[in-house]
């Protein structure tokens, strides 16, 4: 999985861009040559521990902190006029996006089973924590693609839309940086009655672009299958 790397641009954060991955950290007695490609690779493997339930998210962060900290300094990177340190609002956010990341695969790869596709071949995103959503996901879930069912956001697991809502490149939660939105399975019944799918029909969920390789049964653009 490609490590999400966050930089934060006035009071929003975003995901730095694949491209720019050849960004060198500065600002500490790092290996020279040290890219933030080089930290996704420090990363990830700290993170798989911490998703297996070796360590929690404290010892995570700490595990990070170290694996940068030279003589008492964090680095920084800096891509254009933005200059991200990578203090402790950093080291939280990276630990708890890409855990959030590989149990959102996890459900993913389990909603795709075939004896689970074939009972609940659709999906509703909903908002599953309190608070105020940062985002207007009805808007833009309609300009993704998605259509409305009495003011649901509902489809078919193989739809293009679950991956064009992403920030990440993900066909799975989360969507965006502090966003509470999730996704619910909706049984073959209602999926019929809402004219999503046949009774006999099967469908193709595409891999996650990302962490996954091959496909599933199915006519490949998330439609049913006759």
Same mark, same amino acid.
């Given at each position: 999985?490609?490590?999400?790397?966050?930089?934060?641009?006035?009071?929003?954060?975003?995901?730095?861009?694949?491209?720019? #991955?050849?960004? !060198?950290?500065?600002g500490a007695e790092l290996a020279v040559g040290c890219r933030l490609k080089n930290l996704g690779n420090i990363i990830e493997p700290l993170i798989?521990?911490?998703?297996?339930?070796?360590? =929690?998210?404290?010892?995570?962060?700490?595990?990070?902190?170290?694996?940068?900290?030279?003589?008492?300094?964090?680095?920084?990177?800096?891509?254009?006029?933005?200059? $991200?340190?990578?203090?402790?609002?950093?080291?939280?956010?990276?630990?708890?996006?890409?855990?959030?990341?590989?149990?959102?695969?996890?459900?993913?790869? $389990?909603?795709?089973?075939?004896?689970?596709? =074939?009972? #609940?071949?659709?999906?509703?995103?909903?908002?599953?924590?309190?608070?105020?959503?940062? #985002? =207007?996901?009805?808007?833009?879930?309609?300009?993704?693609?998605?259509?409305?069912?009495?003011?649901?956001?509902?489809?078919?697991?193989? =739809?293009?839309?679950?991956?064009?809502?992403?920030?990440f490149g993900h066909p799975h939660p989360p969507f965006a940086f502090g966003s509470g939105m999730d996704m619910v399975d909706v049984s073959?019944?209602?999926?019929?009655?809402?004219?999503?799918?046949?009774?006999?029909?099967?469908?193709?969920?595409? !891999?996650?672009?990302?962490?996954?390789? /091959?496909?599933?049964?199915?006519? /490949?653009?998330?439609?049913?299958?006759?």
């Amino acid at each position: 999985m490609k490590v999400i790397l966050p930089i934060k641009s006035g009071s929003h954060w975003a995901s730095v861009a694949v491209s720019d #991955y050849a960004t !060198p950290l500065q600002g500490a007695e790092l290996a020279v040559g040290c890219r933030l490609k080089n930290l996704g690779n420090i990363i990830e493997p700290l993170i798989d521990e911490h998703t297996m339930g070796s360590v =929690d998210q404290a010892t995570t962060r700490l595990h990070i902190k170290a694996a940068l900290t030279r003589n008492g300094k964090l680095p920084y990177f800096k891509i254009g006029d933005v200059r $991200q340190e990578l203090d402790s609002e950093w080291l939280d956010l990276v630990v708890r996006i890409n855990t959030d990341l590989v149990c959102g695969h996890c459900s993913f790869v $389990q909603g795709i089973d075939p004896e689970v596709l =074939d009972a #609940y071949p659709a999906r509703e995103l909903i908002q599953v924590k309190g608070g105020t959503e940062p #985002y =207007d996901w009805k808007s833009r879930w309609i300009e993704s693609g998605g259509k409305t069912h009495s003011g649901r956001m509902i489809a078919l697991k193989g =739809d293009p839309v679950w991956l064009k809502i992403s920030d990440f490149g993900h066909p799975h939660p989360p969507f965006a940086f502090g966003s509470g939105m999730d996704m619910v399975d909706v049984s073959r019944v209602e999926a019929v009655e809402l004219g999503l799918i046949g009774w006999r029909n099967e469908i193709r969920v595409s !891999p996650c672009p990302i962490c996954d390789g /091959g496909s599933n049964s199915g006519n /490949g653009n998330g439609g049913p299958v006759n």
